[in-house]
């Protein structure tokens, strides 16, 4: 069920995965989409607000993950903007939000690195063929994708070993 609610805008977090990491997330600290939310930010009400209410999932641990509206949620926090409105999904997950940022990337293509990232994060809720479907990649690309995460994964694993020792 989904429902419209007004939402503090300091309660919208992006998911994070085992390591820290933001799931789905533009590399907002690079001069390309700087611009992008600055020019965003011009086109929004008054208040501060989109005209398009953002879409959220309701996190266990209170407030919400954006599932649809990150560079909207930067351009109101670069405005001040302290509420806003969004369409919260109660029966969606973290994986619905992954598999919504792919869809969602013909707005403003992500640049490869950050493209990249997202189809990693993909990998740990499916196959090859799953992955594929979502990131619109073929099956080979996938599954060089999937071994490149577990090679990263194996190494962050290997490195909080020696943070031990030490």
């Not at 997330?25 to 989109?50: C, I, M, W």
């Not at 080979?140 to 962050?156: G, L, M, S, Y």
Request: contains cysteine.
């Amino acid at each position: 069920m989904k429902t419209l609610e007004r939402v503090r805008v300091d309660d919208l977090h992006t998911p994070r995965d085992g390591f820290g990491n933001d799931f789905p997330s533009r590399d907002f600290e690079a001069e390309v989409n700087q611009e992008y939310v600055r020019q965003l930010a011009k086109s929004f009400r008054a208040n501060g607000e989109p005209d398009v209410a953002l879409s959220l999932v309701r996190r266990e641990e209170g407030g919400y993950y954006v599932a649809d509206g990150q560079s909207r949620l930067c351009a109101m926090r670069l405005l001040s903007t302290e509420e806003c409105w969004g369409v919260v999904d109660e029966d969606a997950t973290v994986q619905d939000v992954i598999e919504t940022i792919m869809r969602t990337n013909a707005k403003k293509k992500y640049e490869p690195p950050e493209e990249s990232r997202v189809v990693q994060q993909l990998a740990a809720f499916g196959d090859d063929a799953y992955v594929s479907e979502v990131a619109s990649i073929d099956v080979d690309k996938a599954r060089r994708v999937r071994k490149a995460r577990e090679i990263h994964q194996n190494h962050q694993r290997c490195e909080g070993l020696h943070s031990y020792d030490q």
